[in-house]
């Protein structure tokens, strides 16, 4: 999306008390002291502190201040647009006058897209607007709040290193920085003066749109065009469905509404037009995608003239960076003022609180936040809870069997007749401090190991014997209607992309002959040598 370029004189004063003791979590990095007299080219002496890295808590009050020309006695005509965009008017009344004591002619409140209430103040000499904001920023953008962060890299000053070796590792951060810049990536960093700590040092990396097309092209990601009108129910859901009766166990439409289901296929820049979504770029890739993209670019990416030494992960090794992560969509829980959810607020409520286990995962939405493969360990650990059912009852049955044929049992009423308590006497445990001890002690042991252990465990452990062989048919049944819901089938066969480390290390190319297309490859004149080595040394061990 392209925003003119601001218009007028305008100046930010954006401040956050210096007493946190209302918040017992404040937010790792803050717009603190932020003065700044141009938005668009700031001065040489302008302090930009971090926007955001993981909210713990509801941030701080802010204060913002916008001074624009008025034109046509409308006090919005010449606001220019630097993150307040697409507000919505309700109308408010407040006091007769502000806390300046200068009178108003009116005041509306604004919203923005999370659904914070703002103030519109129109003071009466018709000569600026002063607009109120009583709430966050956009806690996950740039400064500007326009651009989105779509991933951090932290590192930090070690003074108790030599000067060559905090040298080495700039040099790394910088090459690596330039690089990043080079492949069309923004960065913006936020030093350490601002950081909680006052030791971490955070660059806020941003894909624009070019780049994030180029990279889904490049990992074939595969994105909706289609719908699909193909509806499925299960066997639990057409049972209650005879009753006339919904599912307790679903989650309710309201809480998380459902989406529809598309066809997907691997993404192409050239036919955009035929993909879902594709008029609103700030939107068409879903945060974990943006982060997937901007994560396999800092995989990529070279950190010293020798193209061997590449990606973020080695720099994180080697201490060159404390951190690379991606953010959360702000505070798992929802403020007062907001009316939109995120994914994230909207996970905990319904998914991660304990009251909710009987409820059905939001599996789509596990996989829309934290992608498929965690969302696939989910599906999992769900579906072997749900098995896990019929064993334990079995189990439990298991049990109630031997509590009821326990008096029946002839060695523990053996073990445990009072009669007998000093007639059998056992061996001592031990050979010097150990003494004798008499039979009568092992009752309670006894009692405890045919109430586990009786004639009913054979069954009980025959019936296992099946329930596992039924566990793993039925996953990979399940697994199977998963992959092709979440358009997973033939990933690894068709559209899994070379590692990073693999292709340096190829000198060669061919083409693969099911795609036809040039891929590194490793020739036998370089394997060879490295299995002789590998069976000499298993030989030899």
Same mark, same amino acid.
Request: one cysteine or more.
């Given at each position: 999306?392209?925003?003119?370029?601001?218009?007028?004189?305008?100046?930010?004063?954006?401040?956050?008390?210096?007493?946190?003791?209302?918040?017992?979590?404040?937010?790792?990095?803050?717009?603190? /002291? #932020?003065?700044?007299?141009?938005?668009?080219?700031?001065?040489? /002496?302008?302090?930009?502190?971090?926007?955001?890295?993981?909210?713990?808590?509801?941030?701080?009050?802010?204060?913002?201040?916008?001074?624009?020309?008025?034109?046509? $006695?409308?006090?919005?005509?010449?606001?220019?647009?630097?993150?307040?965009?697409?507000?919505?008017?309700?109308?408010?009344?407040?006091?007769?006058?502000?806390?300046?004591?200068?009178?108003?002619?009116?005041?509306?409140?604004?919203?923005?897209?999370?659904?914070? &209430?703002?103030?519109?103040?129109?003071?009466?000499?018709?000569?600026?607007?002063?607009?109120?904001?009583?709430?966050?920023?956009?806690?996950?953008?740039?400064?500007?709040?326009?651009?989105?962060?779509?991933?951090?890299?932290?590192?930090?000053?070690?003074?108790?290193?030599?000067?060559?070796?905090?040298?080495?590792?700039?040099?790394?951060?910088?090459?690596?920085?330039?690089?990043?810049?080079?492949?069309?990536?923004?960065?913006?960093?936020?030093?350490?003066?601002?950081?909680?700590?006052?030791?971490?040092? #955070?660059?806020?990396?941003?894909?624009?749109?070019?780049?994030?097309?180029?990279?889904?092209?490049?990992?074939?990601?595969?994105?909706?065009?289609?719908?699909?009108?193909?509806?499925?129910?299960?066997?639990?859901?057409?049972?209650?469905?005879?009753?006339?009766?919904?599912?307790?166990?679903?989650?309710?439409?309201?809480?998380?509404?459902?989406?529809?289901?598309?066809?997907?296929?691997?993404?192409?820049?050239?036919?955009?037009?035929?993909?879902?979504?594709?008029?609103?770029?700030?939107?068409?890739?879903?945060?974990?995608? *943006?982060?997937?993209?901007?994560?396999?670019?800092?995989?990529?990416?070279?950190?010293?003239?020798?193209?061997?030494?590449?990606?973020?992960? *080695?720099?994180?090794?080697?201490?060159?960076?404390? &951190?690379?992560?991606?953010?959360?969509?702000?505070?798992?829980?929802?403020?007062?003022?907001?009316?939109?959810?995120?994914?994230?607020?909207?996970?905990?409520?319904?998914?991660?609180?304990?009251?909710?286990?009987?409820?059905?995962?939001?599996?789509?939405?596990?996989?829309?936040?934290?992608?498929?493969?965690?969302?696939? #360990?989910? &599906?999992?650990?769900?579906?072997?809870?749900?098995?896990?059912?019929?064993?334990?009852?079995?189990?439990?049955?298991?049990?109630?069997?031997?509590?009821?044929?326990?008096?029946?049992?002839?060695?523990?009423?053996?073990?445990?007749?009072?009669?007998?308590?000093?007639?059998?006497?056992?061996?001592?445990?031990?050979?010097?401090?150990?003494?004798?001890?008499?039979?009568?002690?092992?009752?309670?042991?006894?009692?405890?190991?045919?109430?586990?252990?009786?004639?009913?465990?054979?069954?009980?452990?025959?019936?296992?014997?099946?329930?596992?062989?039924?566990?793993?048919?039925?996953?990979?049944?399940?697994?199977?209607?998963?992959?092709?819901?979440?358009?997973?089938? $033939?990933?690894?066969?068709?559209?899994?992309?070379?590692?990073?480390?693999?292709?340096?290390?190829?000198?060669?190319?061919?083409? /693969?002959?099911?795609?036809?297309?040039?891929?590194?490859?490793?020739?036998?004149?370089?394997?060879?040598?490295?299995?002789?080595?590998? &069976?000499?040394?298993?030989?030899?061990?």
């Amino acid at each position: 999306m392209a925003y003119p370029p601001p218009q007028g004189n305008f100046s930010y004063q954006r401040a956050y008390p210096p007493n946190y003791d209302q918040n017992p979590y404040p937010p790792a990095i803050g717009f603190q /002291n #932020y003065i700044a007299t141009d938005p668009v080219q700031p001065s040489q /002496n302008t302090a930009y502190p971090p926007t955001t890295v993981a909210y713990h808590g509801t941030p701080p009050p802010l204060e913002t201040q916008v001074h624009a020309p008025r034109s046509n $006695g409308n006090s919005f005509d010449d606001i220019p647009e630097v993150g307040f965009e697409r507000y919505e008017r309700k109308p408010h009344q407040p006091s007769a006058k502000s806390a300046s004591g200068v009178e108003l002619e009116n005041v509306e409140e604004l919203q923005d897209d999370y659904g914070n &209430a703002q103030q519109d103040e129109q003071l009466s000499d018709n000569s600026t607007t002063r607009i109120q904001l009583d709430s966050q920023p956009k806690p996950l953008y740039f400064r500007d709040c326009r651009r989105k962060i779509d991933y951090i890299l932290a590192y930090q000053e070690h003074p108790d290193k030599n000067a060559e070796w905090q040298e080495k590792r700039k040099d790394k951060r910088e090459f690596f920085e330039k690089n990043l810049k080079e492949q069309g990536l923004e960065l913006e960093q936020e030093d350490f003066e601002a950081s909680m700590d006052g030791k971490t040092v #955070y660059i806020k990396v941003h894909a624009p749109w070019e780049v994030l097309a180029h990279g889904a092209e490049e990992i074939m990601l595969r994105m909706p065009t289609i719908e699909n009108d193909v509806e499925t129910k299960g066997l639990i859901d057409k049972l209650f469905g005879c009753f006339g009766v919904s599912n307790p166990f679903d989650i309710s439409e309201e809480e998380v509404p459902s989406e529809a289901n598309y066809f997907t296929c691997a993404f192409k820049r050239d036919r955009i037009e035929n993909f879902k979504g594709h008029k609103d770029k700030e939107t068409f890739f879903s945060n974990s995608q *943006r982060s997937l993209i901007v994560y396999r670019i800092l995989k990529s990416t070279t950190y010293d003239s020798d193209e061997s030494k590449l990606g973020v992960d *080695r720099l994180v090794d080697n201490q060159s960076y404390t &951190a690379a992560y991606p953010l959360h969509e702000g505070y798992h829980k929802p403020s007062q003022n907001s009316e939109r959810k995120t994914d994230r607020q909207t996970l905990y409520n319904v998914w991660a609180k304990f009251k909710r286990f009987y409820k059905k995962q939001p599996l789509n939405l596990i996989r829309k936040y934290f992608g498929e493969k965690v969302g696939i #360990y989910f &599906a999992w650990l769900g579906f072997y809870t749900i098995l896990l059912f019929p064993a334990a009852v079995v189990g439990v049955i298991n049990v109630i069997y031997g509590l009821a044929k326990l008096g029946d049992y002839t060695p523990t009423n053996i073990i445990c007749n009072e009669t007998l308590r000093t007639k059998y006497a056992m061996c001592p445990r031990c050979d010097k401090k150990c003494d004798y001890f008499p039979l009568h002690d092992t009752c309670g042991y006894s009692r405890a190991a045919y109430v586990f252990d009786n004639e009913f465990t054979v069954i009980f452990a025959i019936f296992m014997s099946f329930w596992s062989t039924m566990f793993l048919e039925f996953w990979k049944r399940r697994q199977v209607e998963i992959a092709y819901n979440w358009d997973l089938l $033939g990933f690894e066969d068709e559209e899994e992309t070379i590692r990073p480390e693999y292709e340096v290390v190829c000198t060669e190319y061919r083409n /693969n002959p099911i795609t036809q297309a040039q891929e590194p490859y490793y020739p036998a004149s370089m394997k060879c040598p490295r299995f002789i080595l590998s &069976a000499s040394s298993v030989l030899l061990m």
